[in-house]
């Protein structure tokens, strides 16, 4: 399959295809099978190799995705991509951005700030075209033996079979079929393997429409997201201008309902429409277009991810508005929770019951994006007549009355507390510290090694299974902690604040930024899962009462 | 008249009603958010203060429109 694309900034690999020993029929039952080599079927398969499960990847293409697609990398997918290895490269190419304006014609109307906090790792967005994604997650995939990914690989069907899956699959040498104790379908938005199991999403599809541009142009406008409603550069409707590396930047801008897809999608008038926009706003020079693509949006998803031997995740799960960069990034972090319980479950220290709190966790994380990407919708894309009319009284409104500006935010994508889940300990604190359900923080951390500090950040220390923080008592002892509890890893750090005797434990918390985020008092304990969410958190944190939490993991019901 | 006298969560709730009732009505969505003026005028008390929101209200911001 030749790659039909030149980009002006990527060079898009066409990788080989390699016969697999089903086509000569050799072929053997694999553990774990994903379909989709985009950013979450590439994170699935990296998350469980670091879990120690070998993977195989179906991909239908012979290269990464076309287009800059998914292009805002949120915090939390930061994190989750750190701790797999393969954030660095991500951040050092991306473009970080924490403010945004909104334009009401050529009037300013909303000026806005994520909170940035200095003793966290990460940035809350950086922008960064999908492909580039990819490439850095695949380079780091490729270094694992445990990882086999197969290009030019169309699956066409699946079936459950009792204890496994068959998956049917097209190549240029001829369709082969093949068999898997677990499938994991990231195949997105129009997934073959939901079609094939007859399964379909519930949910609203919303009439607005964008086309989607990446245009590269040498311009020295900061970082950001800019909005404008209503501008000369496309009346009666909404653009969006983001910067992303290698001058390319992202402009999407809304059709009108009256406005044919097929002709907004010519080039001519792609380029006519891009150039009244770039005038519109003062941009000059010259200019030319990578990638044009066509955007509606959805609030849609199954009810249940787990459906025999098959898992589902990201769009192919789940299809939430562009409008805010909960796509990828929710996908992102459905595979992570989803890496460590089928790890789990693969190699027998859990039971396949585990799975269900995978679609309780990530359905419920659904519905909180959802919650807010239709409010950003109701601004970018308003889906009924009352939704216009009262989006147009806000922007009006918002030029001289800033209490409802608020209301134009847009509500970028940011981490889930999964408050309600089952998995929680309730523990034995009510003092409004880390809730079980949060994500642990990636804060700074004083690290004793060899009776000296070196600053970290607090998941580099975390394991790939269960992590507990212990406080060290007042009297200085520290009991032992086993290194696994009912077959599950558990690693234990101590932590000891700076009036303490230095050098005994392995976090030194000089400037107190543990006790404040934990409230850990002296004896305390906080279990961390090994996808970043606190299990537990106890007061009197003892062996007995950490065992006790990941007993009932073990044997989920 | 521009602190908030709502919360944020006030507020979207707000517009989803309203929203959904401008929707509903059809047609009728002038009356009716005419008549909810006059109850909310009513609800304010205050004349003077009800004048300042119509002065507001009638200010028009849209934009200057330029064929493309």
Not at chain 1, 159 to 168: I, L, P, S
Not at chain 1, 413 to 418: K, M, T, Y
Request: proline share 5%.
């Amino acid at each position: 399959m030749a790659i039909d694309h030149q980009s002006l900034y990527f060079s898009y690999e066409e990788f080989p295809f390699v016969a697999p020993p089903e086509l000569s029929g050799k072929g053997s039952r694999h553990g774990v099978t994903i379909v989709g080599a985009g950013p979450v079927g590439l994170t699935a398969a990296l998350a469980l190799v670091r879990q120690g499960v070998s993977v195989t990847v179906l991909e239908d293409e012979a290269t990464l995705n076309i287009g800059s697609r998914a292009a805002g990398t949120a915090r939390r997918s930061l994190e989750i991509l750190d701790s797999l290895g393969a954030a660095e490269r991500l951040v050092d190419k991306g473009v970080a951005w924490t403010k945004g304006q909104s334009y009401y014609g050529d009037k300013l109307v909303l000026d806005f700030s994520m909170p940035v906090l200095d003793n966290v790792k990460h940035p809350p967005m950086v922008n960064l075209q999908q492909c580039y994604v990819e490439q850095y997650i695949l380079d780091e995939l490729s270094k694992s033996p445990l990882a086999t990914v197969r290009w030019s690989s169309a699956v066409k069907a699946v079936e459950n079979c009792g204890d496994r899956v068959k998956v049917q699959v097209a190549t240029p040498d001829g369709d082969y079929e093949l068999e898997s104790d677990w499938l994991i379908a990231c195949d997105g938005a129009r997934s073959v393997i939901r079609s094939s199991l007859g399964l379909r999403m519930e949910g609203t599809s919303y009439e607005g429409r964008y086309i989607v541009a990446d245009v590269r142009l040498a311009t020295d406008l900061p970082p950001g997201r800019r909005v404008w409603f209503d501008s000369a550069g496309n009346p009666d409707s909404t653009i969006i201008l983001h910067r992303q590396p290698d001058n390319i930047w992202r402009i999407d801008y809304q059709l009108r309902d009256d406005e044919d897809s097929d002709r907004e999608l010519e080039p001519e008038r792609v380029r006519s429409r891009i150039q009244t926009f770039l005038d519109s706003v003062g941009i000059g020079g010259p200019w030319e277009i990578d990638w044009v693509s066509l955007y509606r949006a959805h609030s849609l998803s199954l009810k249940n991810y787990w459906h025999g031997r098959v898992l589902f995740a990201g769009d192919a799960a789940h299809l939430v508005p562009i409008f805010g960069a909960r796509g990828m990034n929710g996908g992102i972090d459905d595979v992570f929770n989803l890496a460590w319980k089928l790890a789990y479950v693969v190699r027998g220290v859990a039971p396949p019951a585990l799975l269900n709190t995978y679609t309780e966790e990530r359905y419920f994380a659904f519905q909180e994006n959802i919650r807010n990407a239709n409010k950003s919708t109701k601004v970018m894309a308003p889906p009924t007549r009352g939704d216009l009319l009262m989006r147009d009284a806000v922007l009006e409104l918002a030029v001289e009355h800033e209490f409802v500006r608020p209301l134009l935010n847009p509500r970028q994508s940011a981490e889930i507390f999964l408050r309600d889940s089952s998995l929680r300990e309730p523990g034995d604190t009510t003092d409004g510290g880390l809730a079980p359900g949060q994500v642990c923080p990636n804060i700074k951390v004083s690290v004793m090694t060899d009776g000296t500090a070196e600053t970290r950040y607090l998941h580099e220390l975390l394991g790939p299974e269960f992590t507990v923080l212990v406080q060290r008592k007042a009297d200085g002892m520290m009991p032992e902690w086993p290194a696994t509890m009912h077959g599950l890893g558990l690693k234990t750090i101590y932590v000891e604040r700076a009036g303490d005797t230095p050098g005994l434990c392995h976090i030194r918390d000089v400037d107190g930024a543990v006790a404040q985020a934990f409230q850990l008092m002296d004896g305390g304990a906080v279990l961390i899962r090994p996808d970043h969410h606190v299990l537990g958190r106890w007061r009197e944190g003892t062996p007995d009462v950490v065992s006790a939490a990941l007993r009932r993991v073990a044997t989920w019901q | 008249m521009s602190a908030s006298a709502l919360s944020l969560d006030e507020l979207e709730a707000l517009w989803a009603l309203l929203a959904e009732r401008i929707t509903q009505a059809e047609t009728q969505s002038e009356v009716l958010l005419t008549k909810l003026a006059v109850l909310l005028a009513n609800e304010v008390g205050d004349y003077q203060r009800v004048l300042d929101c119509v002065n507001a209200a009638s200010k028009d911001q849209r934009p200057v429109k330029r064929s493309v």
